[in-house]
């Protein structure tokens, strides 16, 4: 099955390429391991993508799929499997299939990082979560732990106050990489914020029972209990099938990319949170969008830039 663009990922990043693409005149696919959206599916609410003051996250995705839709078919639960370059042409497969394109999108987006700290692994899924949207719910009326300091793990403890829950905040600094309004929300919600705190490891008998946690300034230990912990610490880019095909990353394993979305390697572009960045559904739209458009210059189509 030939392509002249193959886009992996279905993020805001893939089905802006999709769009951009199919509108360019481009054949297309969009390939993506689960269900569009990508990550904005779990998050509570988006309130920064202009023309949408308040909208949840899965309204939003379906709302990019029925777009998509409009052009092309995503294939969704498609994940590639491998990628490489032969000559000028690339070879994506998939459970389902082989396809070739003369053009690639990398828009593979990111995933969840792990603490690594004992009984993590064991209590997923029985009390440690990494998504606050598809779990919060389980934990009703119960008193949980949100891990981290930054935009995600604010939002996900408002995200749970409001629906009724006992949260507490831990961060290992002492001061919260968050957002300052999101940090007057923590406030003004009454979230208490345990500062200069790791956490050791999770404790439990079936689920998760508390956790342990040490002071980084006194190195003291304490366990306190807790019916659920939400790690929340950020995100690892998945680059995979870039390394594959020799694309460039930065020391921190983000894609490196030029203005135009374009990688290192002839034919490849890569856009949305894979290339690190401000990691916002509208930024990574835009390099969708330009690493759609971009991509004209290997398929001797014109686009005039
Ligand atoms: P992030 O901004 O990278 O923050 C990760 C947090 O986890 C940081 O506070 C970091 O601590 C902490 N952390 C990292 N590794 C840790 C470890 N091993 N142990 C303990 N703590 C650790 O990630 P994010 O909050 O997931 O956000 C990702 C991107 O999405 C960001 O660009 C963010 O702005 C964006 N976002 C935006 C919104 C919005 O509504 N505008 C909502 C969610 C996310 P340090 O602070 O010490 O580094």
Known sequence: MDYELAVVGGGPAGVAAGIYAVRAGISTIVLEGRMVGGQIIISPWIENYPGFESISGMELAEIFKKHLNKYIEPHELEPVNECSKDGDVFKLVTDKATYSAKALIIATGARYRHLGVP???????????????????????????????????????????????DVCLVHRRNQLRAEKRYQKDVEKKGIRVIYDTVVCQFLGDQTLEAIEFKDVNTEE???????????????????????????????????????????????????????????????????????????????????PF
Do not use: W
């Open 221 to 303: 230990h304490r366990t306190e209990e807790f019916d659920g912990a939400f790690v929340s610490i950020g995100l690892i880019p998945n680059t995979e099938l870039a390394k594959n095909l020799g694309v460039e990353m930065d020391d921190r394993g983000y894609i490196m990319v030029d203005d135009f979305q374009r990688t290192n390697v002839r034919g490849v572009y890569a856009a949305g949170d894979i290339t690190g960045g401000a990691r916002q559904i509208v930024t990574s739209c835009a390099q969708g969008a330009q690493a759609a458009l971009a991509s004209t210059e290997v398929l001797g189509k014109q686009y």
């Open 119 to 165: 009984g993590e692994g064991e209590y997923t899924g029985k009390g440690v979560s990494y998504c606050a949207t598809c779990d919060g719910f389980f934990f009703k009326d119960k008193k949980v732990a949100v891990i981290g300091g930054g935009n995600t793990a604010a939002v996900e403890a408002l995200y749970l106050r409001n629906i009724g829950m």
